[in-house]
């Protein structure tokens, strides 16, 4: 399937450029994308397990080493909200949000939220 709104480009590790997103959550998100109905920033990807200055210091790698967490700006409180219900509804895992961006996962254990 073709992703309507991004390229794999916009998820390459800013650290080692490398980018093993899953297919599956790049896919999920372009649905989260549409239902929200406003533009996508994307602050962070894929983030290298091994390169990456935060993973490296990981025991052991997060979602964003995964290949299936993606940190979107947020630039005000509705569409934050939205994000984050509209997130939850369509079946997100992890939710963490922050002043300026929200943190999405589909991580396979308890569903979790979490404030920065």
């Not at 998820?11 to 996508?40: H, I, V």
């Not at 962070?44 to 935060?54: D, F, K, N, V």
């Amino acid at each position: 399937m073709a992703l309507k709104y991004f390229t794999r480009e916009e998820f390459s590790c800013q650290e080692s450029g490398t980018n093993n997103m899953e297919m599956e959550f790049l896919e999920k998100l372009d649905e989260l994308r549409a239902y929200c109905g406003f533009p996508f920033v994307i602050t962070s990807g894929y983030r290298h397990p091994t390169l990456h200055s935060i993973e490296r210091k990981k025991e052991v790698p997060g979602t964003h080493a995964q290949g299936i967490a993606a940190d979107i700006k947020i630039t005000n409180a509705a569409d934050r909200l939205k994000l984050v219900n509209s997130a939850l509804k369509l079946g997100f895992t992890g939710v963490g949000i922050a002043k300026d961006f929200v943190h999405v996962d589909t991580r396979g254990t308890t569903p979790v939220m979490w404030v920065y």
